[in-house]
């Protein structure tokens, strides 16, 4: 059974940064692709972005793009989101997911986290 554990949420201020971590226990070789998704109160999942494990190819959703990077350590079994140039819009319960292709469809990943919460302060 995948496991996945997110951290490093927390508060910040417009301009500011944060690094959030997802650690993978029990992946299975059908689970390619490790992907962020964001959750503000009120409104739908939102695909942030996504990351193969084979590769490391990246995709971003346009909001984003520019200001957050999605890196991997396979040692680790670890995705990670740096957010830099933080904006009050990007509040939201951050989940990182697993699955077996990439794909900007939260429906289509296989496993998810528990989230982590970002404030951002303006």
């Known amino acids: 059974q995948v496991q996945l554990v997110e951290s490093g949420g927390g508060l910040a201020q417009a301009g500011g940064s944060l690094r959030l971590s997802c650690a993978a226990s029990?992946?299975?070789?059908?689970?390619?692709?490790m992907g962020w998704f964001r959750q503000a109160p009120g409104k739908e999942r939102e695909f942030v972005g996504a990351?193969?494990?084979?590769?490391?190819?990246?995709y971003y959703a346009d909001s984003v793009k520019g200001r957050f990077t999605i890196s991997r350590d396979n040692t680790k079994n670890t995705m990670y989101l740096q957010m830099n140039n933080l904006k009050p819009e990007d509040t939201a319960v951050y989940y990182c997911?697993?699955?077996?292709?990439?794909?900007?469809?939260?429906?289509?990943?296989?496993?998810w986290g528990q989230g982590t919460q970002v404030t951002v302060t303006s």
């Open positions: 997911a697993e699955g077996s292709f990439l794909t900007t469809v939260a429906g289509r990943y296989d496993y």
């Open positions: 029990g992946r299975t070789f059908s689970s390619t692709t």
């Open positions: 990351i193969t494990w084979i590769g490391g190819s990246t």
